[in-house]
């Protein structure tokens, strides 16, 4: 079987896209130069009370500027479309846009209907209203449908952890020497130093993102609210004391901190197994809390309510900070937790301990963010108007200060999943957290560092996912940084 070009029948469009590139990079840089040495447009105002620019050079270059990035966009799509219809006769390209059609298809119903919808859609349907806010939400959803797809082994080629023999630093395109019934034919991006498939250790390696980074900012998130609020509303030495432990952890420096977390010697003491029975409680008090406070007044509703989804919760508890039935299983000793029929499910220990890593490092951040928000908003004639009302503290609290402090905590909701990512990566970088054969892709750029003077491909594919998912995240930030600021 022949290997796959890039490019393959549709290889005439590398002239046109090269130069539209070509085109794209010199207005940049001529816009740039521009900018700093050519006088401002002038501002003509019309008889009709009209306003326009004079035009001149600046108003040119930025016409080639946006020309240049449109047909550069317009050939990346049709790239796409193309490799989509002609599959692998259209090279690497084709064969991958085919790979990635499930996240296609999800894309376009997702914007469809939320473009159809969005004026119902508060906040996130005003995301819509701005282009950098709706070209970071893509990138970030693109690779959200990726490691979801990709758990379902919907995009994947090969086994992210079968070793196929003669595919050792494959380039990208190489068929299978012994190609069997049911396999795939092609190596789409290679192989690494182990004769794994990179292409599907890249996707494998998004679910591992998916799955720890928004859920251990969430987590995060939740021990920073219940712990903030009453600090900035109470004050006090309440406040005093909780913003001393929040100072004393952000006093070490972070990646040490992560250091002394996941290494062996701690996480076979049980430490992050402790940490982990006391951090996941927050979201229990949190959800508790929010409930009680909201139904006080209707004991019959919130009673079986609160018996219903703390029930769930703490079972959820349970079986999150559990393994095998035990609460902390090392090879000392063990301490028992639930019963294994009612163990729903085993995190294994280096995702559980990277967690509760994430989780620590990230809570006294934002801790500080909730406490200085409530510090302002409690000010705020409607919270008086609540007291006034004679609301409790925790509903003025939760349902008065926290949605008008939303803005600011969404913003940094998105950019934290993005540190988080970018420690996630560092961590399986440095062989810590993760085991050794997970496709993550700290690991992934990791193992082919070793050989990146000879062989490129191992290394560069899972960067340049890991950059466009925080780049993704941090356009997502501004946009919604941009619409909340309209509110």
């Known amino acids: ?68 990035f449109l047909a550069s966009v317009g050939l990346a799509v049709a790239y796409l479309v193309l490799g989509v219809l002609m599959g692998t006769s259209a090279g690497i390209v084709g064969a991958i846009s085919q790979q990635f059609m499930p996240v296609w298809v999800a894309l376009i119903i997702m914007f469809a209907m939320s473009i159809a919808f969005k004026r119902r859609l508060g906040l996130y349907g005003k995301l819509y209203d701005s282009p950098i806010g709706m070209i970071g939400f893509g990138l970030v959803m693109f ?30 395109g190489t068929p299978l020497p012994n190609l069997e019934d049911g396999q795939y034919a092609w190596y789409l991006l290679g192989g690494d130093n182990l004769a794994r498939d990179v292409f599907s250790r890249m996707i494998k390696g998004a679910w591992v993102v998916v799955q720890i980074a928004p859920l251990a900012t969430m987590f995060a998130f939740m021990v920073g609210i219940t712990l903030g609020l009453p600090a900035g509303y109470y004050g006090g030495r309440l406040d005093t004391f909780l913003s001393f432990l929040a100072n004393l952890i952000l006093a070490f420096p972070v990646i040490l901190l992560f250091y002394l977390l996941v290494t062996p010697e701690i996480v076979a003491t049980g430490v992050p197994n402790y940490m982990a029975a006391v951090l996941f409680v927050f979201p229990i008090l949190f959800i508790g809390v929010l409930l009680n406070s909201r139904y006080y007044t209707r004991p019959n509703f919130r009673t079986p309510l609160l018996i219903g989804v703390l029930g769930v919760a703490i079972w959820l508890y349970l079986s999150l900070i559990s393994t095998d039935g035990y609460i902390i299983n090392t090879e000392a000793y063990r301490i028992w937790g639930l019963p294994t029929y009612l163990d729903l499910f085993d995190i294994p220990g280096g995702i559980l301990v990277v967690f509760v890593s994430v989780v620590f490092v990230n809570s006294p951040t934002v801790f500080r963010i909730v406490r200085g928000l409530a510090l302002d908003i409690k000010t705020r004639d409607y919270v008086a108007a609540a007291q006034t009302r004679g609301e409790g503290p925790w509903y003025i609290m939760l349902w008065e200060i926290l949605p008008n402090a939303r803005g600011p905590l969404i913003v940094d909701f998105c950019l934290r999943i993005g540190y988080t990512t970018i420690l996630l990566g560092t961590l399986g970088f440095f062989g810590l957290g993760l085991p050794p054969e997970s496709p993550d892709w700290g690991s992934t750029i990791n193992e082919g560092r070793k050989l990146l003077s000879i062989y490129l491909h191992p290394a560069l594919p899972p960067a340049f996912a890991l950059l466009s998912l925080v780049l993704g995240l941090n356009l997502l930030a501004d946009g919604l940084r941009e619409e909340s600021l309209k509110d």
Request: net charge negative; glycine share 8%; aromatic share 8%.
């Open 1 to 68: 079987m022949e290997p796959l070009t890039w490019t393959g029948s549709i290889a005439f469009l590398n002239p046109l896209l090269m130069i539209a590139l070509a085109v794209l990079i010199l207005s940049i840089l001529i816009w740039t130069i521009a900018s700093i040495f050519l006088p401002e447009e002038q501002i003509i105002v019309n008889s009709d009370g009209s306003v326009s620019s004079s035009g001149g050079v600046r108003g040119l270059i930025q016409l080639v500027l946006n020309y240049s």
């Open 143 to 172: 690779w959200v449908f990726t490691g979801i797809f990709g758990a379902l082994d919907l995009i994947v080629t090969h086994d992210p952890l079968v070793q196929i023999s003669g595919m050792k630093n494959k380039v990208p």
